[in-house]
């Protein structure tokens, strides 16, 4: 059986900047951003790329017409041969009355309450209905598609299938949280024999959407909502926790059954008022930083109280030991690491498309059925686009006037030459293999560094990332060293940087680079198995210098999507001053540097 999940709309970012304002990365920001495609056959997924990296295009909401078109080459298959395909948003005509209510019900002036029924009208019958989806895929591929062939999951089952799926299929209790999904925004339940029970009573309107109000404050802050939240995470680590936190006093309402309400004013003046006044803010401080870190630590500290206040109810609820934590929520690694080690859940796993470039897996997995996963099967991230060596050689000659390259002969001379590369300080773009699914870079298309260097987080920012000074860079280790290195607690590995880990005291001043200034790491771990090229460097690298591991970016400029193909990356090393670039044997510098 082949099944196509794809996530994306070809109006979306029209319809949401001519309708709601949306202007610039918002219009993108709505719904069905990073977009993206999916290939499961037979009941395995052999290919997912998200559109961004192909269309260049950052977190594209555009429906994914390049992602389509190369999971399907890549495989082998034509549209003709695709059984299902499956769409991660369901927009009822049961949804639509519900969104119709919610304008009707709303305390709204009659005038605003008939311009947001118009604008309403507008998105659901030119984007959302199943009908405008359909009509979108038949006019964009121009397949004559079966109506009966498309399936429409619902966003959070689409979550939480790709959370079930990459985990390995077991039971598990479940918590989904994004912005936004057709008419909730959290969810949670419990997975049984691959049957879905969701505790109805505790889920969360789109209403009271904890991801939005973390957005609303990301905003606040001088962000881009529903994209930088991680930059607010990240601040927040300047301060000390709370001592009370007027959010959870005066905007929060935690109740029994696990869910909340959240009352944040939609229109920005309105929001920007009140947080000014629970935060004792005003223009001139919203600049400073001591006020910014204030106000990021209050922001995640709701965030890790609401979630945990869910998690205690879902604990209470179902007895099983594994929770799965999905949804754009799922990314804040700081909370997921205390919602494990606070709650009796003994394993917890969040997987690499735990944001919405995981929905396009989750919605094909769900039609292909969860229970067909052969048993076998190996979880891997690296599912996009590889390049081979004519396709490197053709780049490389195209670029030959700017570059110049040498050929190591094998897998161990290039894992040597470039561990003596960052053992000399040097920052290196690493491209091998297929490119990562999802929106971290987990060492096929990365920028490496040796974290010994206390000031190559400058160095970095400086010469290639151009990004504000206090982030964290997140370091790349061996699965079999990371106990030695970082307080795992009940983690034995952490694949996909979804957690975060305190740095034993004993290595904080030998990894700097790698170590926020609270004395954490969002660590990757790896193994042979899963990269066995990145295994290799990271041993080579350890041998050469007794540092236990490299610091790992993403292989990008700010705001650019993460390289796909060699001309991506040979743009992207030219453009910077990255001081090397590998991929696959090739050693490539800068002409006269
Ligand atoms: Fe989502």
């Not at 070809?10 to 977009?35: K, M, Q, W």
């Not at 790329?49 to 082998?76: M, Q, Y």
Request: aromatic share 8%; glycine share 8%; proline share 6%.
């Amino acid at each position: 059986m082949i099944v196509l999940g794809y996530n994306g709309f070809s109006r979306g970012a029209e319809l949401f900047g001519r309708l709601y304002g949306a202007t610039g990365v918002g219009r993108n920001l709505l719904v069905g951003h990073d977009a993206a495609a999916a290939l499961v056959i037979d009941g395995e997924v052999v290919a997912a790329v998200e559109e961004e990296r192909l269309s260049r295009v950052k977190k594209t909401s555009d429906f994914p017409a390049h992602a389509i078109t190369w999971c399907l080459n890549s495989a082998g298959v034509d549209l003709d041969q695709v059984d299902v395909f499956a769409f991660p948003w369901r927009f009822s005509s049961a949804v639509a009355e519900e969104m119709i209510s919610g304008i009707c019900d709303s305390d709204l002036p009659v005038a605003a309450k008939f311009d947001a029924l118009r604008s309403t009208g507008e998105l659901y019958t030119g984007m959302l209905s199943p009908d405008a989806v359909y009509q979108d895929f038949v006019e964009r591929t121009g397949h004559e598609l079966d109506p009966n062939k498309l399936a429409l999951v619902p966003h959070h089952l689409a979550h939480l299938m790709c959370g079930a799926y990459l985990a390995g299929g077991g039971d598990a209790a479940f918590l989904v949280s994004d912005g936004r999904a057709e008419t909730l925004s959290s969810v949670m339940g419990e997975l049984r024999n691959g049957v879905v029970r969701q505790f109805d009573e505790s889920a969360v309107p789109m209403t009271s959407s904890l991801g939005v109000a973390f957005g609303r404050i990301t905003r606040y802050l001088g962000f881009v909502p529903n994209n930088d939240e991680y930059k607010v995470m990240g601040l927040a680590a300047y301060g000390p926790p709370p001592r009370h936190n007027p959010l959870l006093e005066r905007v929060v309402r935690l109740h029994e059954n696990g869910s909340y309400t959240i009352s944040v004013p939609r229109d920005i003046p309105a929001y920007y008022a009140l947080f000014d006044e629970l935060f004792g803010g005003d223009s001139e401080k919203r600049e400073q930083f001591d006020f910014r870190v204030k106000v990021a630590g209050l922001a995640q500290h709701m965030v890790e109280a609401v979630t945990a206040h869910q998690v205690r109810a879902l604990t209470a609820a179902s007895g099983l030991d594994t929770l799965l934590f999905e949804g754009g929520l799922a990314l804040n690694c700081v909370a997921n690491t205390k919602m494990l080690e606070r709650s009796p859940f003994t394993g917890m796993e969040v997987s690499f498309g735990a944001s919405d470039p995981g929905v396009a897996i989750g919605a094909a997995v769900y039609a292909a059925g969860l229970r067909n996963r052969p048993a076998d099967a190996v979880t891997t991230p690296y599912l996009g686009p590889s390049y081979d060596e004519g396709q490197v050689q053709d780049a490389l000659a195209e670029y030959a006037d700017r570059v110049e390259w040498q050929e190591e002969p094998d897998a161990a001379s290039i894992a040597d030459r470039t561990a003596e590369l960052l053992a000399g300080k040097n920052v290196v773009g690493w491209f091998q293999g297929r490119t990562e699914f999802g929106p971290r870079a987990l060492g096929n298309r990365s920028i490496l560094a040796n974290p010994a260097f206390p000031d190559i987080k400058d160095i970095i920012n400086l010469r290639v990332k151009h990004r504000e000074p206090f982030r964290p860079f997140a370091p790349v280790i061996l699965e079999s060293e990371a106990p030695r290195v970082f307080s795992m607690g009940k983690k034995t590995s952490s694949p996909y940087m979804t957690f975060v880990f305190p740095v034993r005291k004993e290595y904080q001043e030998r990894i700097p680079g790698a170590c926020h200034v609270d004395g954490t790491a969002r660590a990757q771990t790896v193994n042979e198995r899963q990269n066995p090229a990145l295994a290799r460097l990271l041993r080579a690298f350890t041998a050469r210098t007794d540092v236990p591991c490299l610091l790992n970016t993403s292989f990008n400029v700010a705001g650019e999507p993460i390289v796909c193909s060699p001309r991506d990356a040979l743009e992207c090393f030219l453009a910077t001053e990255i001081d090397y670039l590998v991929i696959d044997r090739f050693v490539i510098t800068k002409k006269g540097s």
